[in-house]
């Protein structure tokens, strides 16, 4: 047995280890900071002639990681939040209740339907988390916009890790972001003109074309679609450059500094800030009538521009991409738009004339944001009558497909050419399906009524065969959608993809969900899931570029339940090509595939070991004949009533 070990007299007590600063510590050295004077600092410090930062408190353990501390922080909040919720579960008229779904998150601001029929009662969010006033969303605007705007718990780890820090101020690097928003803005709508801009800037002081104010928005936009993460980076400098100049650019209108709050609006929605988003661009509608821009476009009886020129071009312009922004902005949000209808019909009226210096991209944007505006009037409001507001949609609808008829032959959806659209005409079409959807699901509401007669009664068969049809034409437009946003992907690129498709490809992916969802037997539909598994691995491609992507992405969440779609979005791979596979063997539902009867080409990659992205490299090769063939959605591939009506071509009677 040791002897118990004892201590001499001589040496006295165990004393404690000495404590080094900081700066010793980081580089290992000996430290005599213990026994030098306050004021002097330890001798390493004084010969590198470094402050000499010590903490006689100290324990002298290795200092912790603050950015576990964080995270274990953030855990430690989120876990308290699902608690605080299960003790506290929300009422049943807070929210619809779904089969299978978890309890609301008590943060969540707005609990709202998705895709809420026209007569839901409006929601006013609290924003009680950060002590701010009560926010208005109407029934137009999808349950993620309400939703928290902190960063989604699902993608947080793939935040950007920025490996140096770049010269906001390099002006090579400054040219290049320039060069890259004047590309990437043509993909929507083009606010800045190029030529105009270039030969302002060039005098180097603000001027009518040119601002500070102006050039630091356009920054922050270009930053965000690079593929570089310390670039990205850069958008947050500029814009609290812009942000620091925006009272100067609000007290000198300018169509420049019109210019720099409508990119602000877009750059901050896309951040998930819709409240500074939304005021950004009602702070460029104002000026429109204040620098009399909203006179642009009004035409000669003989169908010419009033004031002729280059001046009078850009000038409408402008007022054209106001009308577009407020008109997207105002059925994303569900609020009533600040432009005049009167405003918006002559804009509108010289579109469709055209002239030879107006781009023909946005003027098929005006002719569609016109009645899309009325649309969301419609919709949002409460006051109007279920009769009222059904022939208003109606006849909305009438003048949507008249639009769409309309349109030239070089800008209209082909199915089997898809990638030689111009790369404008995709978020301008996937627009187009999401208000079809809108508008269709408010038209296949039942009308509630008191008393019927005999005769009215005998029509409830066809209005339920009318109903049948009328979620189906739903589910073509949402799958369109997705067509659209996969093949973008695909051909072009997740860094070039405009944000005007980011709100319609997750109302497509709700509308999805919820038919396959619906129709239950996932057995017969490989290919929906398909387009479904791939549409969502568009959505997380692109969540570095546009953080509002983690919120939306966590509202479909509800919706898919605990079924075997919610695997799509808890893996840490959401989206990854081997997301089908995932879901096919979710224990949820016993899912066999290979007792399937593969009879389309894409059925037939799967087979064949093929990956699903693999069939994307012969785009204009007819892979799906049956899925997409001139626009027409075939049987075989579908659960969905038989239907012989075009995708391309949906002017039948509307219920």
Known sequence: MVPPRRES?????????????????????KCDAESAASDQGCTPCRRARQECVFDPLADGRRSVSVKLVDKLQQRIESLEA?????????????????????????????????????????????RGLRGESPTFYGATSHPHVASPSEDSLLTSSHGDAVAIQLDADSPRLRDQLLRSFFKSQTLW????????????????IDSRWYSKFLENAMLACGSRLSTSASVR???????????SDAMRALTEPTPANLQGFLLLSEYEVTKGNDRPGWMFCGVACRMLSDLGLHEAARLTPAGKPQAAGKENDLAYALLSACIVYEGVWTLYLGRPSSIPASVMNTAAARARVGQPSDSPWLSAWVGLCVPMAQVSYVLNEESMSDSERHDSLRRLHGQVEDW???????????ENRLTNMDLAGYGLHSQYCKVQILLRQALAKPRTSKKRRHSQMANDTDSQASADESKALIYHYALRTARLVVTYREAFGTEKMPSIMLDNAVVAATTMIRHLTEAGNVHDMRSQVSWLSQLIKSMELVHTHFPIIGRMLDSLKPICGSGPFRSMLLSSQAGSPDAFSRLAQAPSQAMDFEAMPHNNALDDSFALGLDSDMIWDFFDTSL????????RVGDSSLDLPAS??????FAQAVP
């Not at 958008?235 to 942000?243: H, P, R, V």
């Open 189 to 204: 709508v083009d606010i800045v003109n190029k030529e105009s801009f270039l030969s302002h800037q060039a005098a180097g």
């Open 644 to 649: 012989s009506v075009p995708i391309s071509n």
């Open 82 to 126: 699902l608690n605080q919720a299960i003790l506290n579960p929300a009422s049943p008229s807070d929210a619809p209740v779904l089969p299978c779904s978890p309890p609301a998150p008590a943060i969540s601001r707005a609990p709202r339907q998705s895709l809420p029929a026209p007569t839901t009662g409006n929601a006013k969010s609290p």
């Open 9 to 29: 007299a001589a040496t006295g007590p165990s004393q404690r280890a000495a404590i080094a600063c900081q700066s010793c510590r980081l580089r290992k050295v």
């Open 404 to 414: 769409y008829h309309n349109l030239p032959p070089d800008m209209t959806y082909d």
């Open 233 to 243: 980076a850069l958008g947050a400098k500029y814009l609290e450059w812009a942000k």
């Open 624 to 631: 799906v004949p049956d899925l997409f063939f001139s626009g």
